[in-house]
């Protein structure tokens, strides 16, 4: 009976595509279990992977993911002679002829091999520091279906002659701070196309230098993202900006607002943000794609907690600030550090309140007895109008934040309190001086002025960091690769004047790690070795 | 001052009062291309016996706790083992701090007898805190000290062992051992096993 048997062969097919469905995860499935494998060592049980190294050194997922040493490209690492080789998919997939380390393309089965027995294609056996993992063969499958697709080919933003970045800039820039860091940005991509022009042209001409190094020559180009309105409304702009002409990674940039917006931006489209101008940065332990010079008024507050916490405690501290700006944010860092650090020390905020001057919110602060310390959130001018007012003549020790006050140790400011410490993670300005010899010389070829001084040395030095990761990504255009390699840049941090002491390391996120205190009037110390807490 | 022992006269003399240990000169372990069988393991390190000098450096613990070198190596009839790590690197630190888990379940009973000591050489970023995390994540005990400071203790200490390499970056695998009664280290450059290891510290315990 045809229909009969037309029943059963259709029964048998859904029978058979339903047991296959229920038994194998869908591709989609299977990279995010793998993806999961390779970046928190987590086996699609949910428990962590466990493994071998160096032989008999027992290890698991959350100390030894994949991520761990090939990184999240895939391109590997290395340290000092010790290499992780890459391990994306155009090379992990490839067959590799270069000797002594021949081997034939990896497969499922290859793989599983080389990840459980620790032995290669060829029959090699990897380095001992190649953990050697128990996996089942579902894990294998997840893996390699998420390896197919890592580092599988240029980053959007990669052209074949250009490479494509952007600057965001928002509405309520002042147009002196927008015109120098756009005026940097403009002249440090024209004199780096200037010089690699003729690359372009050798790589396209000479064959024998055709090699990867010429393939990775790019045109750079420069487009201005402008943002309008309220913050809410970033998301969309920037969503549209981007499906006009994605980009590779944001260089640079600045708002006054909060940049959150941005940074979460950023990290949902995997686009690389390199240092951009704020003093209001996300704070987000973990992410990946926004590197900041510094952590802004809440790197203070730690360093203010930290020294509080030493010699203060337990004592009453108070704390003076304008509502809704950056002040109050370090207001609220610097209290729960207190409170992390585990101080008995009592906080009181003080808020200055419209039509108060900021002399009579000083005094409302003190009370009826001097604090042992008070922590003045405020800019130079309510700086000023306390210090002539004399409202802090009983106090002790008063803390300042340099990014709010914009004061350098050693100012004259007199009267905020017996002893006036400045929270800075900014050069001292010896330091800063012969730093900035080679900016102002760069800026002086190019016929730029050097006002807003700091803005073109943070927009000069996100150049160069940008410059440094192109050059030793080479051909491998991915944006991770680029941002790992710039985490591993260590002694480029010498050539920012702004900060001191710029410190990279492996998905360190914010550059600056600790602040001077010292104290304002002639009689610093900046030779102290103890001026600089890192909290 | 500081002696390096050819390795061959280092095995000769100490043969009679060491255990001695399969150390071998640091060359890569891949064998020829055909053969899939598992290798005998060669050592991957170099082992050479040096003097350091031990200085009054002050550092924090993964406690918060001031204290000073000379009183965290100080003699307490014990081996001691020493390395430098820190915390976010990729390839070789999280290697040599699962070694160190491991030598202490290596040694079996005598695992308290061994003080272990970490010092961190990216200071700014791994601050107490951050290394009592790390400390947590190898379940280290309260004798593994964790130590950091200010950049130019931790490069100064770095110097002492002869073991600064500029740049974190080019850190190298060493590790430090010293006998109880002894002054003098034993000094590990390259990539020893905890079996290895453990070997290394039974010979440093006079029996």
């Not at chain 1, 009969?4 to 299977?30: H, K």
């Not at chain 1, 080389?114 to 996996?135: K, N």
Request: with cysteine; proline share 7%.
């Amino acid at each position: 009976m045809p229909w009969f048997s037309r029943f059963l062969a259709t029964a048998s097919i859904a029978a058979w595509a339903i047991s296959f469905l229920s038994a194998a995860p869908s591709p989609g499935d299977r990279i995010a279990a793998g993806e999961r494998l390779y970046r928190e060592g987590l086996r699609a049980s949910g428990t962590p992977v466990t493994g071998t190294v160096q032989g008999d050194v027992p290890v698991s997922g959350s100390q030894f993911s994949c991520v761990n040493c090939h990184l999240r490209s895939g391109m590997g690492s290395s340290e000092a002679a010790i290499v992780a080789p890459p391990i994306n998919a155009l090379i992990l997939f490839a067959p590799r002829e270069t000797a002594p380390h021949e081997r034939a393309a990896y497969g499922e089965k290859s793989l599983a091999a080389a990840l459980r027995t620790g032995v290669d294609p060829a029959g090699r056996a990897l380095d001992p520091l190649m953990p050697r993992y128990v996996l089942d063969d579902e894990d294998v499958y997840s893996l390699a279906a998420y390896l197919r697709t890592l580092s599988a080919a240029p980053s959007p933003g990669v052209g074949a002659s250009t490479l494509v970045f952007a600057t965001v800039v928002t509405e309520g820039v002042p147009p002196a701070r927008r015109a120098a860091m756009l005026g940097v940005l403009n002249a440090y991509f024209q004199s780096k196309n200037a010089q690699t022009r003729d690359e372009i042209r050798r790589a396209e001409r000479a064959e024998a230098l055709k090699q990867p190094m010429y393939q990775a020559w790019r045109e750079w180009v420069l487009r201005v993202w402008e943002l309008h309105g309220p913050p809410s409304s970033w998301k969309g702009q920037l969503d549209a900006y981007y499906r006009k002409e994605p980009v590779f990674a944001l260089l640079s940039g600045t708002a006054e607002e909060d940049w959150s917006p941005i940074h979460d931006w950023s990290e949902s489209h995997r686009v690389p943000s390199l240092l951009p101008i704020t003093d209001r940065p996300a704070l987000r332990e973990g992410d990946f794609y926004t590197l900041y010079f510094s952590k802004g008024v809440a790197l203070e507050a730690q360093v203010i907690a930290t020294r509080l916490a030493k010699i203060h405690a337990p004592a009453r501290v108070v704390q003076l600030f304008r509502a809704g700006g950056i002040g109050e944010a370090g207001a609220r860092e610097l209290r729960q550090a207190l409170q992390a650090a585990g101080t008995a020390a009592s906080v009181e905020d003080v808020t200055i309140a419209t039509q108060e001057s900021p002399a009579a919110a000083m005094r409302r602060g003190i009370g009826s007895g001097p604090p042992a310390a008070m922590v003045l959130w405020l800019d130079r001018a309510d700086l000023e109008a306390i210090s002539a007012s004399g409202a802090g003549a009983a106090i002790r020790t008063v803390y300042l934040s340099a990014t709010l006050s914009d004061l350098v140790p050693g100012a004259a400011l007199p009267a905020l309190g017996d002893e006036s410490i400045l929270a800075s993670s900014f050069s001292l300005p010896e330091e800063g001086r012969l730093r900035a010899k080679r900016l102002e010389i760069w800026l002086a070829q190019r016929g730029l002025p050097k006002d807003e001084f700091r803005v073109r040395d943070e927009t000069f030095f996100a150049c160069m960091m940008a410059g440094e990761g192109l050059m030793h990504v080479k051909q491998y255009l991915y944006r991770d690769y680029f941002l790992e390699l710039i985490d591993h840049t260590a002694g480029a941090a010498a050539y920012a004047s702004t900060f001191p002491r710029l410190s990279f390391g492996p998905g360190q996120r914010y550059l600056a790690k600790g602040c001077y205190l010292l104290p304002l009037g002639p009689n610093r110390s900046a030779a102290s070795r103890d001026a600089w807490v890192v909290p | 001052m500081k002696m390096r022992i050819p390795l061959f006269l280092a095995a000769a003399t100490m043969l009679a009062v060491f255990t001695p240990v399969g150390a071998t000169e640091a060359k890569s372990v891949a064998g020829p291309a055909c053969c899939a069988k598992p290798q005998p393991k060669k050592a991957q390190y170099v082992r050479t016996v040096a003097s350091y000098p031990v200085s009054n450096l002050r550092f924090l613990d993964q406690e918060s706790r001031d204290v000073v070198l000379a009183d965290v190596l100080r003699e307490d009839g014990r081996p001691i083992a020493l390395n430098f790590v820190f915390t976010t690197c990729n390839t070789i630190c999280p290697v040599m701090t699962a070694t160190f888990a491991k030598l202490r379940n290596e040694l079996g009973e005598s695992a308290s007898d061994l003080r272990l000591v970490s010092v961190t050489i990216d200071p700014e970023h791994d601050t107490p805190a951050v290394l009592h995390q790390y400390a947590e994540r190898y379940a280290a005990g309260a004798d593994w000290r964790f130590l950091t400071g200010t950049v130019e203790e931790i490069v100064a200490v770095q110097k002492a062992f002869d073991a600064f390499a500029g740049s974190k970056m080019n850190h190298r695998p060493l590790t430090f051992l010293r006998a109880p009664g002894s002054s003098d280290w034993v000094r590990i450059d390259g990539f020893a096993s905890a079996a290895e290891l453990a070997a290394e510290v039974r010979s440093l315990t006079p029996r």
